[in-house]
């Protein structure tokens, strides 16, 4: 991996907008954290993701359409649980106290995962360098998907815009079969620090003894314990995890993969043109600003750009903040990309997909001119 540096100019820009930012939290008195309001949130998604379980393994039910149903609300409360606890104690967001982030954090390990590969693949890989090729993790999926114009182009990506969202519903699974494995033994390969304490080989035992786990748990004590055939349990598992992975990519890809994001190359000397702040408002976009609802929903996760200027700051202030820094934007003549609502958003990202599936546009690294685009930039 080559090393990547960010250029440093306009700092005045990054300067101003932290010092605001400050000061809206010192006006009000209040902390960057979570509150209370963060607790509610974690308490509703966990008892949106076990309760079904509990009702199915203790047999209260036990007719295939609504235990289906059950596993499919499992992979709402999965979801929820990952965008409005896991995300932000793994940020060190949710709590001032670092051993209750630590604590939260590890609620990925209900999900399937595996905590330190996560803070290593999202906060240092995904937040350092966004849509950056050779850094970014996040713009490179299998061959069969292409999230960055920088990456070959295949004759299938024609139609990735279509498929796309099958191999979305395998997130998760992918991360409770093979992920976990092989990004510990690529951060290892990388020499990359996971774990102040943990060496790779302890790292190694960790991983499969959270999965052995999150097996027995989530899907051995059903297969023993609902009155159901085996592959009624088993689909159900799979519906869960199909769920989680289309919600949670659903999220993620629609802030990144659009056609306002840019894919930013260094030049000869490894330098990006901007600073990483201005980084992140050319290559991140919000959307469905206005909806309190969805945004409580998915952990503010809609509000994507304040999060990458700001992850050490929990989502709740995400809706505040970001009325700062779209002013700030503005003055500076910086973009702040935005599409009024999630299925605006969603519609972006099939284009984008459809772009990056043409071979016209392969030697195209900026995409925020892109003809039919409808997001907003201020």
């Known amino acids: 991996m080559e090393n990547i540096k960010y250029s440093k100019n306009q700092l005045d820009f990054t300067t101003e907008l932290r010092n605001s930012v400050n000061e809206y939290f010192?006006?009000?008195?209040?902390?960057?954290?979570?509150?209370?309001?963060?607790?509610?949130?974690?308490?509703?998604?966990?008892?949106?993701?076990?309760?079904?379980?509990?009702?199915?393994?203790?047999?209260?039910?036990?007719?295939?359409?609504?235990?289906?149903?059950c596993w499919f609300i499992m992979g709402l409360g999965m979801s929820g649980l990952g965008m409005a606890t896991m995300h932000d104690a793994n940020h060190g967001s949710f709590s001032k106290s670092q051993k209750v982030n630590r604590f939260f954090g590890n609620s990925l390990y209900l999900l399937g995962g595996f905590p330190?590969?996560?803070?290593?693949?999202?906060?240092?890989?995904?937040?350092?360098?966004?849509?950056?090729?050779?850094?970014?993790?996040?713009?490179?999926?299998?061959?069969?998907?292409?999230?960055?114009?920088?990456?070959?182009?295949?004759?299938?990506?024609?139609?990735?815009?279509?498929?796309?969202?099958?191999?979305?519903?395998?997130?998760?699974?992918?991360?409770?079969?093979?992920?976990?494995?092989?990004?510990?033994?690529?951060?290892?390969?990388?020499?990359?620090?996971?774990?102040?304490?943990?060496?790779?080989?302890?790292?190694?035992?960790?991983?499969?003894?959270?999965?052995?786990?999150?097996?027995?748990?989530?899907?051995?004590?059903?297969?023993?314990?609902?009155?159901?055939s085996w592959y009624w349990v088993i689909g159900g598992?799979?519906?869960?995890?199909?769920?989680?992975?289309?919600?949670?990519?659903?999220?993620?890809?629609?802030?990144?993969?659009?056609?306002?994001?840019?894919?930013?190359?260094?030049?000869?000397?490894?330098?990006?043109?901007?600073?990483?702040?201005?980084?992140?408002?050319?290559?991140?976009?919000?959307?469905?600003?206005?909806?309190?609802?969805?945004?409580?929903?998915?952990?503010?996760l809609n509000y994507q750009v304040e999060h990458h200027l700001f992850p050490y700051i929990s989502h709740i202030h995400y809706r505040d903040i970001s009325k700062i820094v779209q002013v700030k934007a503005r003055e500076y003549g910086l973009p702040y990309h935005v599409n009024k609502n999630f299925a605006t958003a969603v519609w972006q990202h099939i284009k984008m997909l459809k772009l990056l599936g043409k071979k016209q546009i392969i030697i195209n690294t900026s995409f925020s001119a892109a003809k039919g685009n409808k997001a907003m930039a201020v």
């Open 237 to 300: 598992f799979l519906l869960m995890h199909f769920t989680s992975g289309l919600v949670l990519s659903a999220i993620f890809q629609t802030a990144h993969v659009v056609p306002t994001s840019e894919y930013p190359v260094p030049d000869e000397e490894g330098e990006l043109k901007n600073n990483w702040t201005i980084h992140q408002l050319y290559t991140t976009c919000d959307y469905s600003p206005k909806s309190r609802i969805f945004s409580w929903l998915v952990g503010g």
């Open 26 to 69: 010192s006006k009000n008195n209040i902390q960057p954290y979570g509150n209370r309001k963060i607790y509610v949130k974690t308490i509703f998604m966990l008892l949106l993701y076990l309760t079904p379980f509990i009702l199915m393994i203790s047999g209260l039910i036990s007719s295939v359409l609504p235990l289906l149903a």
């Open 116 to 228: 330190p590969n996560w803070r290593y693949q999202h906060n240092t890989l995904h937040h350092g360098f966004t849509n950056i090729e050779g850094h970014d993790e996040d713009i490179a999926p299998p061959g069969v998907l292409r999230f960055s114009p920088h990456r070959p182009l295949k004759k299938i990506h024609r139609y990735q815009h279509i498929y796309a969202w099958f191999f979305y519903s395998l997130m998760t699974i992918s991360w409770i079969v093979t992920k976990d494995f092989k990004r510990l033994k690529k951060y290892e390969e990388m020499g990359a620090k996971l774990s102040g304490k943990r060496k790779f080989n302890r790292l190694l035992v960790d991983v499969v003894i959270s999965k052995v786990l999150y097996y027995s748990v989530f899907l051995i004590i059903p297969l023993l314990t609902i009155p159901v």
